[in-house]
Each structure stands twice: as structure tokens, then as C-alpha cells.
């Protein structure tokens, strides 16, 4: 694609440009977009780029590993994981509100990185895979009144409290321009094609209090409705989905026994730029051999919903 040719070279410049000769951390989610972004400071400045994948502990089943083992791999690029889950779990105890739980992450998040720029002698840039739709979502909704609905926490503000200067090299495009710049800059088809994962994690896909057992029940879940949708060919048509954990247990009947377990809600949507959502329309057949299969083989869920909202009035996310 010669327009991502040009784009690539042009955003290269502009990188070597504004960061000069100094050092930038680059915060790794594990999504297309940090990868992507990455990957091009990876290209501009060499290893004057130091990458950290922080595992809060509210990653999906098996994360860090593919996440650290792509980049290793693949890129040539070498990654810090920091296992930090005491840490965040450990503030978020007891903590339900949702804005608070990404309060509480986004300032670990920064004390990481603090932690981080200090171990490689200090860094004068923070590096972030903020896309255009990140940038206009936490300013206004739909054209109207400056309204924050939800505080994503790699948007503003962060590096200023760390006292480093912000690099946002996907700050222009949408999320299809960025996948289309990643595969120009050769990262692998499987990864380019994952769908996003938020900053906040599974925090903000369980509501109520989190706790390690309710991560534990949430991965496992998660796992299989991801594993159905592959083994279904859907994996590509989707723009994102995942299973929330609910605050809440029901009643139900196993065998010959009452269980008393949680209940989750698959959530699937169909999007161009996440802005806006269409819920997916899965066969009612995938949806029962789904919830039979979450409900057979994850201790914990004896109940299992599906989520028909679309957005708006809906986030794709449930906090
Ligand atoms: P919502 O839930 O606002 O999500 O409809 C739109 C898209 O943004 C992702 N999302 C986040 N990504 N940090 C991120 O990096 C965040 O704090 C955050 N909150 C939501 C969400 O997964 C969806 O793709």
C-alpha cells in the first residue's frame, strides 16, 4: 500500500524529529494499537526505545506470554514484563466504582513507569498508542457538550504528573489505518488482527468489587467464548468481543444439586473505529453450544447472557 509507504516514512521523521537524541518508554497493552506504535519507534529510534508490558493482573488467560513471546519473536524488540498484579489487585480491593478503578490503575500505571524510566537511567519521552477516536471520545460525545463518559487512562494528562514528554505517533489514524500501517511495518497477520483490549483490562469487565477469584472465573470463561468464536470462523467479523463477570450469583440446578454461582454476559459487537456499535447477531445454535460449554466446564458461572445492546446507548465495554 504506497499510501502506508508514505505515511510510515513521513511518521518516522516526525519521530526522529520531536524525540531528537533521547530515550522513549513505550508502554506495551498488548493491543494493535502500543504494538503498532512500538514497532515504529522501534524503526525510528532503535534501541534508544525501551518497552514495558506491565501485567496488572487484569490480563485475559495466557496474555503476557504471547504478548512478550510476539515481540521477541517477531520484532527483534525486546520487552520488560513487569509482573505488578500484587500491586494493582491490591488497590483495587474493595473498589467498585468504575471511574475509580481506572483512577486507581491509570496512576499505578504511571508509578510503573516512573519505576521503569529510572531503571534505564531516565527517559524524556513516554511513547502511547493513542488513536483519533481515543482523542475526540474523552473530549466530547456525539458533537455535543464536553462530556467525559469514561476516563481512558492512556489519554492526557499522564506524562505531564511524570514529567515526560508525550510521543503519540498514531495520534491521526483509526484503528483500520493503524492495522493497515502494522502489517506495512510487518508485524505478524495474527496479531494485527486481535481485537482490542482496554488499557484497564478485566477490571473494567467485571463489575462491582474485583477479586482473584472472580479474574479467575472470568479468564476461563473468556478463553472459551473467544475459542468458540475461532472454532466458528467468527473471529474476523467481530470488532471485539469478551465476557463480563456480573456482581451478582443466581440459582441453579446441576445433576441433583442447587448451585449458586455467578452469572456473565457475552458481549460481541460489530464496529468500524469502536465509536459506534452493532451487537453481533449469533445463531441461536452458537449461543447454546456456548453458554453449555461456559456452563459445563467454568466452576463459578451457572448462568450465562447475552449482551443485545448496541452503541450508543451502550459502551462496548460495561464500565
Ligand atoms: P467503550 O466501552 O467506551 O469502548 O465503548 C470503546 C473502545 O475503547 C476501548 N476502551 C479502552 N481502551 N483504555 C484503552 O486503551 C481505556 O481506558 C479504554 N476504555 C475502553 C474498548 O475496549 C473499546 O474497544
Known amino acids: 500500500d504506497w499510501t502506508m509507504g508514505a505515511y510510515r516514512e513521513q511518521a518516522v521523521d516526525a519521530i526522529r524529529e520531536q524525540v531528537g537524541d533521547a530515550r522513549v518508554l513505550c508502554a506495551l497493552s498488548g493491543g494493535v494499537d502500543s504494538s503498532v506504535a ?68 491509570g496512576a499505578l500505571f504511571i508509578e510503573v513507569f516512573e519505576k521503569h524510566a529510572r531503571a534505564i537511567g531516565g527517559a524524556e519521552f513516554l511513547a502511547q498508542g493513542t488513536l483519533y477516536p481515543d482523542v475526540i471520545e474523552s473530549v466530547s460525545f456525539s458533537g455535543g457538550p464536553s462530556v467525559t463518559i469514561k476516563s481512558h487512562h492512556n ?17 491521526e489514524l483509526f484503528k483500520d489505518e493503524v492495522r493497515a500501517l502494522g502489517r506495512e511495518l510487518g508485524l505478524p497477520d495474527s496479531f494485527i488482527g486481535r481485537h482490542p483490549f482496554p488499557g484497564p483490562g478485566l477490571a473494567i469487565r467485571c463489575p462491582g468489587e474485583i477479586t482473584r477469584e472472580k479474574l479467575a472465573i472470568l479468564r476461563e470463561a473468556d478463553a472459551i467464548f473467544i475459542d468458540q468464536i475461532r472454532r466458528h470462523g467468527l473471529y474476523d467479523d467481530i470488532w471485539q468481543a469478551f465476557v463480563a463477570i456480573l456482581p451478582v450469583r443466581t440459582v441453579g440446578v446441576m445433576g441433583d444439586g442447587r448451585t449458586y ?15 459506534t456499535a452493532d451487537y453481533y447477531p449469533f445463531s441461536h445454535d452458537f449461543l447454546s453450544e456456548t453458554a453449555t460449554r461456559i456452563i459445563n466446564s467454568v466452576r463459578g458461572i451457572n448462568r450465562v447472557t447475552y449482551d443485545i445492546t448496541s452503541k450508543p446507548p451502550g459502551t462496548i465495554e460495561w464500565e
Open 38 to 105: 512500538a514497532a515504529l519507534l522501534h524503526e525510528a529510534i532503535g534501541d534508544r526505545l525501551t518497552c514495558v508490558f506491565v501485567d496488572h493482573g487484569l490480563l485475559r488467560k495466557n496474555e503476557a506470554e504471547e504478548v512478550v513471546g510476539m515481540f521477541r519473536d517477531n520484532m527483534n524488540l525486546s520487552v520488560i514484563h513487569a509482573d505488578e498484579s500484587d500491586l494493582f489487585l491490591t488497590a483495587l480491593e474493595g473498589v467498585s466504582d468504575p471511574e475509580q478503578k481506572r483512577k486507581i490503575i
Open 155 to 171: 489519554v492526557g494528562g499522564l506524562p505531564e504528573k511524570m514529567g515526560m514528554k508525550l510521543v503519540e505517533p498514531l495520534r
Open 261 to 275: 454461582d455467578f452469572a456473565c454476559a457475552l458481549r460481541a459487537v460489530s464496529s468500524v473505529d469502536g465509536m
